[in-house]
């Protein structure tokens, strides 16, 4: 079939492609309408449908795949390497989703997930979706006041967190940041449960904490249904950056979710079950959630779940584990890609690869050159493809399950069925129909099955903060700038709003400054995002100190640069930690007081800064310059 009749069918004949679309997951009872759009931009898929993930995930394939691998959990940190069937899977998942309710919690309730790369996590989100717990796993770099906020937000009845994580065999606490983070939020939780690896020392809170392996004992021989629920019951909420400090919790539906997963595991991935799925990215991103753990297992696949770095114990680590485990659809980031582009090749040959069909790579842009050494060494398709956390699933890339086409180095590709794309004109809200023209990448509503929902508990931001950039236009801004091409292929060209990504992880300028402000010794900050060969981009810090003597000398400006430092480390994270903390007398800001950012990244680029005619004090540029050009 024709790519484009499919796309053009998915938007014109919204309800008949999407209803085909719906058989490839189990329906209790099946949707009576496909999608209810009466009250814009808030989309309600398969209304009177009722489903649950965790059966499209585990159950339904113990009927023909039982002692098939499902969970592939491979350690290069702790050396473990454990294969769960679906079968043992099965059995896990209604441990879990027993002690979850032996804990209180209820249909709806959520459940907070602070954990490392262990099987647990998987355990406990598929327990979440069993019972119609709502679960909100936040990224285990994320340290405590990132984690207050998203605690006092989700308000967990139950929180599910570890000992430990470890990172290039460097143990990283949990529990202490754990327990900051509930000191510091206005929501208690009644319950946290603790796996203990055996990785770090920990306090346990009488009454309050209690412990996996014990419960799991008295568990062990759990049956716990699955509970049906509405297709639009909220199966999990994801908090990501934008431009405000208070990041938003991303909510998404139960059947929208599956359907749309299943659909991209067909028509995008070409993934079939039997085979093996492995996604390098983290339980904590989104791609971990529609990637490492649903669309996987909902295809009946074999997912791995790997804790470690790509090039630890060597370069090979990701190659031998498609070797063993015969992996057929791989998913990974640019900049994993470009670390193993600074290793010896000979790491890519060494290996039987045989079994691999195509290395997906997302969440940030892929530059030529890293795309065209790592298809030269697989001698696979490479496919990029451009999403957010916001839509759960690619907005545009290549559907070689509808119609092989060739990718196009540079460009994600084309618009994905269900997502109607435009290019707006970012004043006018005009649509830009001509080739090569510049404008915000937008989504007429209504956003496809699996996307957003809303804004967890507020609706009324998911409305301001997506719908309304455009004046006398209700469409979805992705936030994103973007061109066409004359064919059609799209070319993302970087954020519109203050938003960064640094490794493939997005980051808000704002909540990094809040941070740094805080500081005893710090007036004032500007955090802007820069270009950077390995990571894509990397957070640079221009700071005023309150007392322009206490950074005369370079050691007291090291010094203090080392103490902001380790201050964002331990309050956001050190994925939020900036690569320099600079200090200068004074901020470029326009007359009515607004940061000039894109100035700053400009000159931090080496770039022209644009028209300065609103500054207000011109040597603020000057300043920050001279320390870019002594760098
Ligand atoms: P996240 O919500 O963390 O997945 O980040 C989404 C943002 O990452 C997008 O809005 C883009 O700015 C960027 N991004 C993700 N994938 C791509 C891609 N394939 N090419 C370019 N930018 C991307």
């Given at each position: 079939m024709r790519y484009e009749d499919f796309h053009r069918r998915s938007i014109t004949d919204r309800d008949g492609f999407w209803g085909e679309q719906a058989r490839l997951i189990d329906w209790e009872t099946p949707p009576q309408?496909?999608?209810?759009?009466?009250?814009?931009p808030f989309a309600r898929w398969f209304v009177g449908g009722r489903t649950n993930l965790c059966h499209n995930a585990v159950d339904r394939h113990l009927r023909d795949?039982?002692?098939?691998?499902?969970l592939i959990y491979v350690s290069t940190e702790t050396d473990q390497e454990q294969a769960y069937s679906f079968r043992e899977l099965h059995a896990e998942v209604m441990r879990m989703a027993a002690i979850l309710q032996s804990l209180g919690?209820?249909?709806?309730d959520r459940v907070l997930i602070y954990m490392p790369m262990v099987p647990q996590a998987v355990f406990a989100m598929l327990a979440c979706a069993r019972i119609g717990a709502i679960h909100s796993v936040v990224f285990g770099g994320f340290a405590s006041v990132s984690l207050a906020s998203r605690i006092d937000d989700a308000r967990p009845t139950v929180i599910v967190s570890a000992d430990a994580g470890s990172r290039g065999g460097k143990v990283v606490a949990y529990k202490p940041l754990l327990d900051e983070a509930i000191r510091l939020a206005q929501h208690k939780p009644s319950k946290v449960l603790l796996v203990d690896r055996g990785l770090a020392p920990m306090e346990r809170v009488e009454g309050r904490d209690v412990d996996y392996a014990a419960l799991r004992e008295q568990h062990l021989d759990a049956q716990v249904q699955c509970t049906w629920v509405e297709?639009?019951?909220?199966?999990y909420t994801l908090y990501t950056s934008g431009t405000t400090g208070r990041p938003k919790g991303v909510q998404r539906d139960t059947g929208g979710y599956a359907v749309a997963l299943a659909a991209s595991m067909r028509h995008i991935f070409c993934g079939n079950a039997g085979e093996t799925y492995f996604s390098?990215?983290?339980?904590?991103w989104v791609v971990g959630h529609s990637?490492?753990?649903y669309g996987p297992l909902i295809a009946g696949m074999a997912t791995i779940l790997y804790e470690g770095l790509?090039?630890?114990?060597?370069?090979g680590i990701w190659w031998r584990l498609v070797e063993k485990y015969k992996v057929t659809v791989m998913f990974s980031a640019p900049t994993a890609v470009r670390v193993l582009k600074k290793?010896?090749?000979?790491w890519l040959t060494?290996?039987?690869?045989?079994?691999?069909?195509a290395l997906f790579l997302a969440g940030e842009p892929l530059d030529e050159p890293t795309a065209r050494w790592i298809a030269d060494a697989l001698g696979r398709p490479v496919i990029d493809n451009y999403w957010q956390t916001e839509t759960?699933?690619?907005?545009?890339?290549?559907?070689n399950g509808v119609e092989p086409r060739p990718s196009r180095f540079g460009s994600p590709g084309v618009p994905m069925y269900g997502y109607d794309v435009k290019l707006l004109?970012?004043?006018?809200?005009?649509?830009?129909?001509?080739?090569?023209q510049k404008g915000v990448v937008a989504i007429e509503g209504?956003?496809?099955?699996?996307?957003?929902?809303?804004v967890w508990g507020d609706d009324a931001r998911f409305v301001s903060t997506y719908?309304?950039?455009f004046p006398g236009r209700m469409a979805y801004s992705t936030f994103d700038w973007g061109i066409r091409d004359a064919d059609g292929y799209y070319f993302i060209l970087g954020r519109t709003d203050d938003v960064i990504n640094v490794a493939g992880h997005r980051l808000g300028t704002r909540e990094i400054e809040e941070c740094i402000s805080s500081?005893?010794?710090?007036a004032e900050v500007a955090v802007v995002g820069v270009a950077d060969s390995l990571k894509g981009q990397v957070a640079m810090a221009f700071a005023v100190p309150k007392d322009a003597g206490a950074v005369e000398t370079p050691q007291q400006q090291l010094q203090l640069e080392g103490d902001i430092m380790k201050l964002v480390d331990q309050k956001?994270?050190?994925?939020?930690?900036?690569a320099r903390v600079r200090f200068v007398t004074v901020l470029p800001k326009?007359?009515?007081?607004?940061?000039?950012r894109r100035a700053i990244q400009a000159v931090c680029e080496h770039r022209d800064p644009g028209?300065?005619?609103?500054?207000?004090?011109?040597t603020a540029l000057e300043q920050i310059k001279a320390l870019v050009a002594s760098a």
């Open positions: 309408t496909i999608c209810d759009y009466s009250n814009p795949r039982a002692d098939q691998n499902a919690v209820r249909q709806s297709a639009t019951h909220p199966s390098t990215s983290d339980i904590g990637y490492i753990v790509p090039i630890r114990p060597d370069a290793q010896d090749p000979a060494k290996y039987d690869l045989s079994s691999l069909r759960g699933w690619p907005i545009l890339t290549i559907a004109h970012e004043v006018t809200g005009e649509e830009l129909t001509g080739p090569n209504p956003l496809p099955p699996g996307c957003m929902q809303t719908w309304s950039s500081h005893p010794a710090v956001l994270g050190a994925v939020a930690r900036p326009t007359r009515s007081g607004k940061l000039l028209d300065l005619t609103t500054i207000e004090d011109p």
